[in-house]
Structure formats: C-alpha cells, structure tokens
C-alpha cells in the first residue's frame, strides 16, 4: 500500500525520467481517477506543455509544466505505482502522458483509487513527516484525546504515514497506538518524532514501507520480533493494528 516511501520513489522516478520532455496526449478518460475533470479537459490544460518539476508532500505528487502551466496532481491511492516508458501499456493504466519523443507516464492502478486532478489542493495537508520540525510535531501530534495511532495517520497532522509505517513507528518508539494522543509527555512525542524519522529512512533505503521490522509479524499468532511476547491486534482509527503489550506502553 503507498505510504510516504512509494510516493518518494515515484517523486523520484518522475524527476529521473520524466522532466524536460513535452506532453504530446493526455489519457484521462477515467472521470472517476480524474474527478472532478471531464474527459479531455486535463488534455487541453497539459498538451503543450513540458514537465519541470516533480514534488511530493506526503503521499501527495504534483508535477509543475511550463510558461505557466497547471500543476498536475497525482496521488498513487492504495495500489497505484507510477510506470515510464514502460511495454506493453496495460488495462490497469487509469492515467497517462504520452510524450513528443514517444515515450508514456502512466499510473497504473488496478484497484482504481489513485487521483490525477490540476491544481490539486495542498493546503489540507500537514508538514511532510519526515521533515516537520520539533515544534511542529510537537504543536500537531500532541493534541487531543483520540489514540496516537489516528494522530499521526492524519494527513492534516503530518502528512505520508499509513498503517504499516504507523505501526512500524510505535513499536520502535514503545508506545502503544491506543493511548490518547495528549497523554503524550514533551520527551515521548520528541522520541516519536525521531522514530517517525528513522522508520522513513530505512523505509526508502530498503524498498518501502512494508520493509519495518514489524511487518513480517502482523499477522495472527504473531510475535514481538524484539522480545517474543505474543501481539495485540485491534481495530485502531479503522485500521487493523499490531502492538506488543509487554512493550508499548
């Protein structure tokens, strides 16, 4: 499932091979991947026009285009990868730019929930979690008396984690995910602000976020992969959710 490490690969893949070249067709078809934009309306607003940048905050992409184009928006949903330059294009590409060279950027999705949209909106969303500050995570993550797990699975607090990086980031800092969020002391927040850091980090080298040290073990029967003790497992913020009790506290 795309969280902040395959948001930053597909960033990263864009930024490698996708800039400098000239949009020559839009595939957006799709009106429910392009919501709100009916069929050739991207078309009109990006044909022409060469990508320059790609950026990311959290899970969410957009690419900026020229002599004052329109950003472009994307957003990977719960299975969607970026694909370049990619053969054969396939049934499952919900999305895609066809360039003046030949060559295509696709998002290939099979569940259908990743987004492209112009101009997308990033103000709802909170600092990048693997860059917001002491301050920040602090003012934003220490609030209210719902479990840390929501907090900091709310893109409008710190933007780019998901379940399994959730889950990653709490058994490393010992919390346990259902404790109130403003329960938190100063120095438990802090200490989660570094785990958030270090679980993006190791997440990016190794491939994404299903790479934690937790991971291989959420399943039913599970064990702490730390000091052995059976997990938890609950439903936390709607999600399925691991924990180790004798841990996490």
Request: hydrophobic share 40%; aromatic share 4%.
């Amino acid at each position: 499932m795309p969280e902040l490490p395959e948001a930053e690969r597909a960033r990263a893949l864009i930024a490698d091979r996708g800039l400098g070249r000239v949009i020559a067709a839009v595939e957006d078809g799709d009106s429910y991947v392009c919501r709100p934009h009916a069929p050739g309306e991207l078309a009109a607003a990006l044909v022409g026009r060469r990508l320059t940048s790609a950026n990311r905050i959290g899970k969410t992409l957009w690419l900026e285009t020229d002599r004052g184009g329109p950003d472009l928006g994307l957003h990977l949903g719960m299975a969607g990868r970026i694909v370049i330059d990619e053969e054969p294009h396939e049934r499952w590409d919900r999305f895609a730019l066809t360039f003046d060279d030949g060559g295509r950027l696709a998002l290939r999705d099979k569940r259908r929930l990743g987004r492209a949209v112009l101009e997308p909106d990033l103000s709802r969303l909170g600092p990048d979690a693997a860059l917001a500050t002491r301050a920040e995570f602090r003012a934003g993550v220490g609030r209210g008396a719902g479990p840390i797990k929501a907090r900091i699975m709310d893109q409008a607090v710190i933007a780019g984690v998901g379940n399994l990086l959730a889950d990653e980031i709490l058994w490393q800092a010992r919390i346990d995910p259902r404790r109130p969020a403003n329960q938190l002391s100063g120095p438990e927040l802090d200490a989660l602000r570094r785990a958030v850091r270090a679980a993006v980090r190791h997440a990016l080298r190794e491939g994404g976020a299903h790479t934690g040290a937790l991971n291989p073990h959420r399943e039913r029967d599970g064990h702490c992969p730390r000091c052995g003790a059976p997990l938890s497992r609950a439903r936390i913020a709607g999600r399925t959710t691991y924990w180790c009790p004798a841990e996490q506290r």
